[in-house]
Nanobody
Framework: QVQLVESGGGLVQSGGSLRLSCAASGSIFMMNDMGWYRQAPGKQRELVAA???????NYADSVKGRFTISRDNAKNTVYLQMNSLKPEDTAVYYC???????????WGQGTQVTVSS
């Protein structure tokens, strides 16, 4: 069984920063691609940022230059540093990890990020 647990969400003022963490545990063997997604009320879940095991990254246009994704393979943990936050960044943020050995994605339970204007 594999579990992903996010932490670091909260309430912040516009222009502020937050750092999200997502730790994977269980029979992981090796976590391949990892990513952060978000879902705002009434909207579809969207990709925020993704990172390969080798460290290659990609970002949604809306967060480029403000958010940075990183990972620690030894700890099976992925991070999302969010700077210059805007009210439109308000959403539940989910992390996702893909394990090639099992051929499937695993999701965390989500963490709320609220940015006040």
């Amino acid at each position: 069984q594999v579990q992903l647990v996010e932490s670091g969400g909260g309430l912040v003022q516009s222009g502020g920063s937050l750092r999200l963490s997502c730790a994977a545990s269980g029979s992981i063997f090796m976590m391949n691609d990892m990513g952060w997604y978000r879902q705002a009320p009434g909207k579809q879940r969207e990709l925020v940022a993704a990172i390969t095991r080798g460290g290659s990254t990609n970002y949604a246009d809306s967060v480029k230059g403000r958010f940075t994704i990183s990972r620690d393979n030894a700890k099976n943990t992925v991070y999302l540093q969010m700077n210059s936050l805007k009210p439109e960044d308000t959403a539940v943020y989910y992390c996702k990890g893909f394990i090639m050995r099992y051929g499937r994605d695993y999701w965390g339970q989500g963490t709320q990020v609220t940015v006040s204007s």
